[in-house]
């Protein structure tokens, strides 16, 4: 249903062909800063699963990488500092919805009131 494009820049950023400024990652999920951030602190949470989207990513991942993937989601809010005073998550899925990059991944927004 979902057709991944492999040039796309998450995945070259896993292939390590461009450079990232790492946050966090484990075994399913790697966490960066946006290089245009839209708050005082914005971060990317990619999958290492080649996932075009939320939609595709539920249909497809199993159980505990699911499990995973959020847990990575809740460190990076940690490591960033904003587990206390608030952050949001934010995955945009298909056109309509301004997804840039058709692989999945979550924003991490925070730092300041939204």
């Known amino acids: 249903m979902y057709k991944y ?11 390590k062909e461009i450079p990232a400024d790492v946050i966090y990652e484990n075994n399913i ?4 800063y946006d290089i ?3 708050k ?4 990317l949470v990619i999958t290492k699963g080649l996932y075009t989207n939320f939609a595709d990513f539920v249909s ?3 159980a505990q990488d699911l499990r995973d993937f959020f847990v990575a989601v809740a ?4 490591v960033l500092g904003v587990s206390q005073t ?3 998550i934010l995955s945009n899925t298909g056109p309509d919805s301004g997804q840039e990059v058709e692989h999945f ?10």
């Open 75 to 78: 460190k990076v809010a940690d």
């Open 40 to 43: 005082r602190v914005h971060a």
């Open 105 to 114: 991944h979550v924003h991490i927004l925070g730092g300041e009131r939204l």
């Open 29 to 32: 999920a790697l966490s960066f």
């Open 60 to 62: 497809r991942v199993d």
């Open 86 to 88: 608030g952050y949001r």
């Open 5 to 15: 494009d492999e040039n796309n820049v998450f995945h070259r950023i896993l292939k």
């Open 36 to 38: 245009h951030p839209q």
